[in-house]
């Protein structure tokens, strides 16, 4: 999984990305779950659904461009597939393994392994974080590929009461089409491709 995963990301040309490995290995990123309970909650889950939702953003982004020929300028291969692989990297640190109690098939409590969260390490959110951190390892994200890993979670992570944010992701849906891919493959990805 980490080797297509690199294979990947050369294919986005961008400078810096043994440093943008090397951090994501700091931080746990290639042996991560992708979550606590739902999908791929597995050790290397997390970049196993980076590598769906690139996939399907792919494959998304080539459908929606037969369809609109003009959108082509609005989703440069190398920003969809840098989006995809990158966006969920505010993930990398938070979990941390622990056990729950569940019915074995006899109808008995039992222990198993399981994971939990923990955003201590740095509490910046989910897709803002994502941004922040690859603006500190230097990657010079396009106000495009920024908007689209800010708010590629859509209105799941934002207070239903903030109008500003609801004011703001509308705004970034309206003139960023990427961030509607990313969105669209990180859905499918999650709900349907990965068990
Ligand atoms: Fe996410
Ligand atoms: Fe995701």
Redesign the pocket.
């Known amino acids: 999984m980490k080797t297509e995963f690199i294979r990947l990301l050369q294919q986005t040309e961008l400078e810096g990305m043994e440093k943008i490995v090397s951090n994501l290995e700091r931080l746990g990123f290639f042996e991560a779950p992708a979550s606590t309970r739902f999908h791929l909650s597995i050790p290397g889950g997390l970049v196993q659904h980076s590598i769906s939702v690139c996939k399907a953003a792919i494959n998304i982004r080539n459908i929606a461009i037969a369809e609109k020929p003009d959108l082509e300028s609005k989703l440069p291969m190398k920003s969809v597939i840098l989006v995809a692989l990158l966006?969920?990297i505010?993930?990398a640190e938070i979990y941390k393994t622990s056990f729950r109690n569940v019915k074995n098939e006899q109808g008995i409590w039992e222990k198993v392994p399981a994971y939990e969260t923990d955003y201590s390490h740095f509490p910046m959110g989910?897709?803002e974080k994502s941004v922040i951190r690859l603006m500190q390892w230097g990657v010079k994200l396009t106000k495009d590929e920024m908007l689209a890993i800010r708010w590629?979670?859509n209105a799941w992570d934002i207070p239903f009461q903030s109008y500003e944010a609801l004011g703001n992701l509308n705004a970034a849906k309206e003139q960023c089409p990427l961030l509607t891919i990313l969105q669209t493959a990180?859905m499918l990805s999650s709900m349907i491709y990965e068990d």
Do not use: F, L, R
């Open positions: 966006h969920d505010c993930k989910h897709g590629h979670m990180d």
